[in-house]
Nanobody
């Protein structure tokens, strides 16, 4: 079965940290750009961070810049999102997505373009930030 599986979500106090993982099953992530997206109740989906398949280029939303770090370990077929200094407004369901980008696309366009159906989309992991 070809799928992306997220893990690592949970309840954390403001200022705390979590590391989310996105692992591919049934296919290799080597040739895919990977993005982390989040959606809170009543809010639109937001592209949090994306990483390229080749040159390691990354994109971060302004809301998470300096606090979140995306990385990939192709040997483990996994992409990570390290989230530090978490705020209540970071609470959401976090999904990862995989996309074989066209030559004209960038990780920024992957993250900021709305209403896109990606090649693969995970079921999500819930992050709750509360004291």
């Amino acid at each position: 079965q070809l799928q992306l599986v997220e893990s690592g979500g949970g309840l954390v106090q403001p200022g705390g940290s979590l590391r989310l993982s996105c692992t591919a099953s049934g296919f290799t992530l080597d040739y895919y750009a990977i993005g982390w997206f989040r959606q809170a109740p009543g809010k639109e989906r937001e592209g949090v961070s994306c990483i390229s398949s080749s040159d390691g280029s990354t994109y971060y939303a302004d809301s998470v810049k300096g606090r979140f770090t995306i990385s990939r370990d192709n040997a483990k077929n996994t992409v990570y999102l390290q989230m530090n200094s978490l705020k209540p407004e970071d609470a959401a369901v976090y999904h990862c997505a995989a996309e074989n980008l066209s030559p004209s696309s960038t990780v920024q366009t992957m993250c900021v373009t709305s209403d896109v159906v990606y090649d693969y989309w995970g079921q999500g992991t819930l992050v709750t930030v509360s004291s």
